[in-house]
Nanobody, 121 residues
């Protein structure tokens, strides 16, 4: 079993910064990709940014140049550095990792519990 635990959410004023962390534990053979998603009230969950095992990243247009996804592979941890935050960034943020737990088994996606980010104007 694989568990993802997030931390770092909170309340911040517009223009401020926050850093989210997500650490994976359990039976992990390899991690194919790590990413962050968010869901605002009444809206669908959307991709924020993702990084693959080769280090390539992809971001939604609205957060490019403001948010950065990075990893610490030794700690099975992914980070989301959020700068120049805007009220429209307010949402519950979820981390997700695509993990292989055993040789010969296909990878499976695992999710964190979510952390609230609120940006006040």
């Amino acid at each position: 079993q694989v568990q993802l635990v997030e931390s770092g959410g909170g309340l911040v004023q517009a223009g401020g910064s926050l850093r989210l962390s997500c650490a994976a534990s359990g039976s992990i053979l390899s991690i194919n990709s790590m990413g962050w998603y968010r869901q605002a009230p009444g809206k669908q969950r959307e991709l924020v940014g993702i990084i693959n095992s080769g280090g390539s990243t992809n971001y939604r247009d609205s957060v490019k140049d403001r948010f950065t996804v990075s990893t610490d592979s030794a700690k099975n941890t992914v980070y989301l550095q959020m700068n120049s935050l805007k009220p429209e960034d307010t949402a519950v943020y979820y981390c997700s990792m695509y993990v292989t737990v055993r040789p010969g088994m296909p990878p499976h996606d695992y999710w964190g519990q979510g952390t609230q980010v609120t940006v006040s104007s």
